[in-house]
């Protein structure tokens, strides 16, 4: 089993930029890749960009590539999402996911951590 803890969320003004942070703990060596995922009000919980462990491979969405950068720590088990020219679509709760069976399906995740960018 892993655990995973997200942090680093805050209210901020469109243009700024954040360090969303996802420590991992538990069975660290099942860990294939992990992920970021984000979920606003009244929608689905859609895919931010995903990394394996190695951090040799990075994917992002359509919608924050050339502005969030994910990135793995491995000495800390944790897996950052630097955002950055926030726009108040971006505002949601992020969740940080685990791929423990190499299939991309990233069924572990953390409670999330709430980012809110205000006009």
């Known amino acids: 089993q892993v655990q995973l803890v997200e942090s680093g969320g805050a209210v901020v003004q469109t243009g700024e930029s954040l360090r969303l942070s996802c420590a991992a703990s538990?069975?660290?060596?099942?860990?294939?890749?992990m992920a970021w995922f984000r979920q606003a009000p009244g929608k689905e919980r859609e895919f931010v960009a995903a990394i394996d462990w190695s951090g040799g491979h990075t994917y992002y969405s359509d919608s924050v590539k050339g502005r969030f950068t994910i990135s793995i720590d491995n000495a800390k088990n944790t897996v950052y999402l630097q955002t950055t020219s926030l726009k108040p679509k971006d505002t949601a709760v992020y969740y940080c996911?685990?791929?423990?069976?190499?299939?991309?399906?990233?069924?572990?995740w953390g409670q999330g951590t709430r980012l809110t960018v205000s006009s």
């Open positions: 538990g069975s660290i060596s099942r860990i294939h890749a």
């Open positions: 996911g685990a791929d423990l069976e190499g299939t991309l399906d990233f069924g572990s």
